[in-house]
């Protein structure tokens, strides 16, 4: 029995592989988020929010860096872990504790 792969194939089989290094990238910035998040509302006090300015101040990193960052912050939201209201479009985003705050993410 001979296998013949084709060229379609072997895309598809890279893609996949880049999917997964992008995942497991955003799963590390988002343990990372999560622990940033954790220290600052530990330090801030226990009914204390964040805004996302405060994580990432504007003009101090790169578009690329806060772009990661709120896909990092998207994912926490997405498992619970935080909580993050905007009162309009281009506002600041608050961040606060979600139901599973205190689980591993």
Same mark, same amino acid.
């Given at each position: 029995?001979?296998?013949?792969?084709?060229?379609?194939?072997?895309?598809?089989?890279?893609?996949?592989? #880049?999917?997964?290094?992008?995942?497991? !990238?955003?799963? +590390?910035? $988002?343990?990372?988020?999560?622990?940033? /998040?954790?220290?600052?509302?530990?330090?801030?006090?226990?009914?204390?929010?964040?805004?996302?300015?405060?994580? #990432?101040?504007?003009?101090?990193?790169? !578009?690329?860096? +806060?772009? $990661?960052?709120?896909?990092?912050?998207? /994912?926490?939201?997405?498992?619970?872990?935080?909580?993050?209201?905007?009162?309009?479009?281009?506002?600041?985003?608050?961040?606060?504790?979600?139901?599973?705050?205190?689980?591993?993410?």
């Amino acid at each position: 029995m001979t296998f013949v792969c084709t060229v379609d194939v072997l895309l598809q089989l890279e893609e996949l592989n #880049v999917a997964e290094q992008m995942e497991k !990238r955003g799963q +590390a910035n $988002a343990a990372k988020m999560h622990e940033v /998040v954790r220290r600052a509302l530990h330090h801030a006090g226990c009914s204390a929010e964040l805004s996302f300015s405060t994580i #990432v101040p504007p003009g101090r990193v790169s !578009r690329k860096h +806060a772009a $990661a960052q709120f896909h990092a912050l998207l /994912v926490l939201k997405k498992q619970c872990i935080l909580e993050v209201a905007q009162s309009e479009p281009f506002a600041d985003i608050f961040v606060g504790r979600g139901p599973n705050f205190g689980t591993k993410s």
